[in-house]
């Protein structure tokens, strides 16, 4: 097996889980680390051993011999990213949400497809092990034609990434985007879709709550809920849980990653195992794991050239949904898919 040498550009706060997660993917090498602060590329790079450091990614595109770059940067920085590493010819693969807009977005992924390279979103919540299992249970249950999707939780994130406080646009695009890949994962393309939002904590700018209804082409209702703002004994945080109604039964992936099929008859529960490994910090576990799945899957495609379930034109369709629900929420009414936002 070749060794994959790949690059990363960002080493704040999320940085050391993908080195981390790349260390469990054989035949990966990070070889290179850049950061607009050299003090912390030099900082991460000393805690990794890697040798090489750069504060300037053209630099490390055009020096470094890589195979793809890793991107981990706010999303204002992406598209400037990403457009580097295809003038570079360098495969990407960029974390979530993409682009600040769907025209920025649209830019990235015509830019990798004119270069011919391989583009991925860092979309990693469909890859944890709940969510595939709760994907596979939906095959007991005949056709499905309701679907819960949430997260709900009183946990502040912008503790660990202040700037979330100051952006006008908060959990919808911080954790929505997240969750309203999982209703396409489950459930396949919505049509339409109705959002409300709320900001219930006044340190904030943008909104810790959201509630969206979503149609799904195949006929399917689905709700899709986020929270920052609701307190509870027992926190599920960062757990994302579901209830899904079908022709024959239900299946309901709870808290603690149980899992409970209803056919009607009968009832079974099951849990959805998490691999953990000696880096892993909970409640983070299936997070790290679904960092370790899909990293596994872009070095898979990389050696074989396959188009990544979460490719940058997958993506868009995520996007979309983002900022449809803005859309909805600002001029209360329905937003369709397709139309101008």
């Known amino acids: 097996m070749a060794l994959l040498r790949g690059g990363l550009i960002g080493c704040g706060f999320f940085a050391q889980n993908h080195i981390n997660g790349w260390r469990e993917v ?3 090498d990070i070889a290179a680390v850049c950061d607009s602060s050299a003090e912390r590329a030099h900082a991460l790079a000393a805690k990794f051993h890697i040798a090489q450091t750069y504060s ?11 195979d793809f770059v890793d991107i981990i940067t706010q999303p204002a920085s992406h598209r400037n990213l990403v ?10 693969i960029c974390q979530k949400p993409l682009a600040p807009s769907l025209e920025d977005a649209r830019a990235m992924v015509a830019a990798c497809e004119s270069a011919g390279i391989l ?7 469909r890859w944890q092990k709940p969510l595939r299992a709760l994907k596979q249970a939906m095959n007991e ?11 709900r939780s009183g946990y502040d994130p912008s503790v660990n990434q202040p700037y979330l406080a100051e952006d006008p646009r908060f959990i919808i695009y911080d954790v929505g985007v997240h969750i309203l890949d999982v209703v396409r994962y489950l459930f396949g393309e919505a049509v339409q879709l109705t959002c409300q939002t709320q900001r219930v904590n006044p340190l904030i700018k943008g909104e810790d709550v959201a509630t969206v209804l979503l149609k799904i082409e195949t006929g399917v209702t689905c709700v899709a809920e986020m929270s920052y703002a609701s307190k509870t004994t027992f926190d599920p945080f960062p757990q994302t849980l579901a209830h899904i109604e079908g022709s024959k039964g239900r299946v309901t992936l709870y808290q603690n990653y149980r899992i409970e099929i209803d056919n009607g008859e009968t009832v079974r529960g099951f849990g959805a195992e998490i691999p953990l490994y000696n880096w892993t910090t909970p409640p983070f576990e299936a997070i790290q794991n679904s960092v370790v799945e899909i990293q596994r899957h872009w070095a898979d495609c990389l050696r074989s050239g396959a188009e990544p379930e979460t490719s940058g034109a997958d993506n868009l369709k995520t996007l979309e949904l983002v900022f449809g629900c803005y859309a909805s929420a600002e001029r209360n009414e329905i937003y ?3 139309q101008a936002l």
């Not at 300037?56 to 890589?66: D, F, S, V, Y």
């Open 119 to 125: 583009f991925m979103v860092h979309e990693n919540f």
């Open 26 to 28: 054989e035949g990966v």
């Open 83 to 92: 457009e580097l590493a295809a003038a570079y010819n360098t495969p990407v």
């Open 56 to 66: 300037n990614a053209e630099r490390m595109l055009r020096e470094a011999k890589l």
């Open 336 to 338: 369709k898919m397709g």
């Open 141 to 151: 249950i005949g056709e499905p034609f309701f679907g819960r999707v949430l997260f």
